[in-house]
């Protein structure tokens, strides 16, 4: 198995997760700003993210938000 690599690329603000070394046959906008790469089997190779800092911000602090709501009850 292939170890899995992340890549920060700050001047596009792009996060590049590899997870194969397979070679990208294609690829499915998963939602806006993240794409998974494919493989020619349609396994997930890699998955790109763009506007990185605002997802990964904004992934936090909702995850964050809802186990404080949760803990309030």
Do not use: D, F, W
């Given at each position: 198995?292939?170890?899995?690599?992340?890549?920060?690329f700050e001047k596009d603000d792009t996060i590049h997760l590899v997870v194969s070394q397979d070679?990208?046959?294609?690829?499915?906008e998963i939602s806006p700003n993240i794409t998974a790469e494919l493989n020619k089997d349609g396994d997930i190779i890699g998955?790109?993210?763009?506007?990185?800092s605002e997802f990964l911000r904004d992934s936090i602090l909702d995850t964050a938000q809802a186990k404080i709501l949760?803990?309030?009850r």
């Open positions: 198995m292939t170890k899995t690599k992340l890549n920060y070679e990208e046959a294609g690829s499915v998955i790109e993210i763009l506007k990185a949760e803990h309030k």
